[in-house]
């Protein structure tokens, strides 16, 4: 009967390498699996800074806004806006009105006087800058229904424009003496809302208040959905900057929850 021979320097079997390899490999995507965590993960999206003082995000872009309007001219299509943003808050906290001569502009500073040509027709206009957009491509300044009519543009929607930047609302104002509404550059008419009263007495008790501080207190009644409200407000303002300081000055003097509007809202 035969015996087995071993054979000392016969060579031993033994697992493939790469099958080994594939073996820890499937181990580690089952542990992974089993606590919930992925074994590869993509990398973080980069992080937004957070903007500047001067600065503002939207859909993921960062706009700096100018610290001066000074020599600025630039060239693009125009857009307008109107009914669906009428009586909102624009971005610089005023009331937007589309029968105002207002536009939006993304970086120009706030109260900046800009002249719009209509480079189709040639036709003109003055506008107050005091919103931010339009964020559409090629787009440059969005325009309130009014200031669109004044260089006809309201049917097709866009033009062609030039637009430059005149100087500040209260640079304008204070080289024409502070005119009045007839002013080539009349820049807006803003009131103060001191207060809305369900009762004329109580209207009448804050009014007399007022007076002791400002000018031009006044009642402004309106019918609100079958209801009768008085409102007290201060003015009206040529511009927003003198209505902010009145308004400041209010604040000071212990008046609370006031606040400015476009005149005629």
């Known amino acids: 009967m035969k015996k087995d021979v071993i054979y000392e320097n016969a060579p031993m079997k033994r697992k493939k390498p790469a099958t080994l390899a594939a073996f820890l490999f499937a ?14 993960r993509p990398a973080p999206a980069p992080e937004i800074p957070p903007p500047a003082d001067n600065a ?32 909102k808050n624009t971005a610089n906290g005023e009331i937007y009105n ?35 957009g339009p964020f559409c491509r090629e787009r440059i300044i969005d325009l309130s229904r009014r200031a669109a009519e004044e260089i006809d543009m309201i ?15 209260e640079e304008i104002l204070n080289e024409s003496d502070h005119a009045g509404p007839g002013s080539l550059y009349f820049t807006g008419n803003f009131t103060i809302q001191a207060g809305a009263f369900g009762s004329a007495a109580n209207a ?22 079958g209801t009768l409200f008085y409102r007290v407000r201060v003015g009206p303002f040529t511009s927003l900057a003198q209505a902010r ?11 609370e929850n006031i606040f400015t509007v476009a005149g005629d809202l």
């Open 245 to 255: 300081r009145m308004e400041e000055r209010l604040t000071q003097n212990g008046f």
């Open 98 to 132: 589309m029968h105002a001569m207002t536009a939006a502009h993304k970086t120009l500073p706030f109260g900046t006087m800009v002249l719009v040509k209509n480079l189709k027709n040639n036709r003109t206009t003055v506008v107050r800058i005091n919103d931010r």
């Open 27 to 40: 181990c580690l995507i089952f542990a992974a699996t089993m606590t919930g965590c992925g074994l590869f």
């Open 155 to 169: 049917g097709k929607g866009t033009a062609p424009v030039g637009i430059s930047a005149l100087g500040t609302d």
């Open 56 to 87: 503002y995000v939207v859909n993921g872009r960062i706009y700096h806004c100018l610290d001066s309007a000074h020599g600025f001219v630039e060239q693009g299509v125009a857009s307008w806006y109107g009914e669906p943003f009428h009586a």
């Open 204 to 225: 009448e008790t804050l009014k007399q208040s007022l007076e002791k501080i400002a000018d031009n207190v006044h009642i402004s009644p309106i019918d609100r959905n």
